[in-house]
Nanobody
Framework: EVQLVESGGGLVQAGGSLRLSCVAS????????IAWFRQAPGKEREGVGC????????IYADSVKGRFTISKDSTKTTAYLQMNDLKPEDTATYYC??????????????????WGKGVLVTVSS
């Protein structure tokens, strides 16, 4: 059974940091890219970033560039989203997703292969 399980969310003050984790199972981790998305209340889901597992190359949304970093640990089949200098507008439910081989579907807004259930991040002002 394929599973992506996010954790690490919570309440943080503006300017603070959080690290989200996404533990993957049920598929060959290194053959899939991991992307992070978020959805704020009343808004559409948006891509945060995407990392290619094999070489660590990642792309980010302009809104988080320089503040958020995606990484992965293949030995733990886990991806991370390090979020620094958080702002109230970062408040959202964050989802990790996996797609076979490349971030193309992420960049084109196409469906990813697997999704986690999400974790809530709330940033207070």
């Amino acid at each position: 059974e394929v599973q992506l399980v996010e954790s690490g969310g919570g309440l943080v003050q503006a300017g603070g940091s959080l690290r989200l984790s996404c533990v993957a199972s049920g598929f060959i981790f290194d053959r899939y890219v991991i992307a992070w998305f978020r959805q704020a209340p009343g808004k559409e889901r948006e891509g945060v970033g995407c990392i290619i597992n094999l070489d660590g190359w990642a792309i980010y949304a302009d809104s988080v560039k320089g503040r958020f970093t995606i990484s992965k640990d293949s030995t733990k089949t886990t991806a991370y989203l390090q979020m620094n200098d958080l702002k109230p507008e970062d408040t959202a439910t964050y989802y990790c997703a996996a797609d076979f081989r490349s971030c193309v579907d992420y960049t084109k807004g196409l469906p990813m292969d697997f999704w986690g259930k999400g974790v809530l991040v709330t940033v207070s002002s």
